[in-house]
């Protein structure tokens, strides 16, 4: 199986702050994604990367940014945090195939 | 419009009794359907993945159902464990440009 790594657990970070969110796969796969995940919205697309240097926005873009100049790693970032992107944040890879995605282990993040 | 609804929101059961969740979709063209447990503050991991030709699929003490035709799913949970306490996740695949489509979770306790 593809081992995806989200670089933090928990993250503290004031208002304001730029906020880098780091994953990492090593199955090569060209798919990956972040979500944020909240309590009865289940899980949101943030944006999403389907090869290096490309990027598609998916259902809650606002306020995020993303970055991928390699194939293996894909940043979130928060420009500015804000207290409402208080959250659990997945990243998740995926094959060209497509049979399905595997998580990393999510970073919870509170902005504060 | 693509949805994938999952029953009941939460549940709790005694430790050793049996449950079944619910998935209900109304993806199409249906690829896939995968069911995840996600532990709490982690992220998901893979249970079962079901494709349209199978009716059921079993992985240890958790059995999945697919009912193709009613665009029904079932995750039937045998003799509880307390370590099943987490949300379970329903991830429905359309076959075209790689859509994938959540539920919301079933989120269940086990009770000693």
């Known amino acids: 199986d593809v081992k995806v790594t989200q670089s933090s657990r928990y993250l503290v970070k004031r208002t304001g702050e730029k906020v880098f969110l780091e ?13 944020r995940q909240d309590p009865g919205l289940g899980l949101r697309l943030i944006y999403f990367s389907y090869d290096v240097k490309m990027k ?29 992107q208080t959250s ?22 509170t902005v504060v | 419009k693509n949805q994938v609804e999952q029953s009941p929101q939460s549940l709790i059961i ?3 009794k ?27 991991v893979s249970l079962t993945i ?12 958790y059995t999945a159902t697919l009912d193709a035709d009613t665009k029904q799913s079932s995750l039937h ?23 994938f489509y959540f539920g919301t979770g079933t989120s269940l306790t086990v009770i000693p």
Not at chain 1, 65 to 76: H, Q, T, W
Request: proline fraction near 2%; include cysteine.
């Open chain 1, 88 to 109: 659990m944040y997945l990243c998740a890879a995926i094959s060209q195939r497509g049979s399905g995605y595997t998580f990393g282990s999510g970073t919870r993040l």
């Open chain 2, 50 to 61: 079901m494709t349209f030709s199978e009716n059921t699929k079993s992985n240890g003490r």
């Open chain 2, 18 to 44: 049996n449950c079944t969740l619910q998935c209900n979709y109304t993806v199409s063209p249906f690829s896939n359907l995968r069911w995840y447990k996600q532990d709490t503050g982690r992220g998901p």
């Open chain 1, 23 to 35: 994953c990492v796969q090593d199955m090569d796969h060209e798919n990956m994604f972040w979500y």
């Open chain 1, 56 to 84: 598609e926005k998916g259902d809650i873009p606002e306020g995020y940014s993303v970055s991928r100049e390699k194939k293996e790693r894909f940043s979130l970032i928060l420009e500015s945090a804000s207290t409402n």
């Open chain 2, 14 to 16: 005694l430790e050793g």
């Open chain 2, 77 to 99: 949970i045998t003799a509880s464990q307390l370590s099943d306490s987490a949300s379970y996740i329903c991830v429905v695949s359309a076959k075209t440009g790689n859509q």
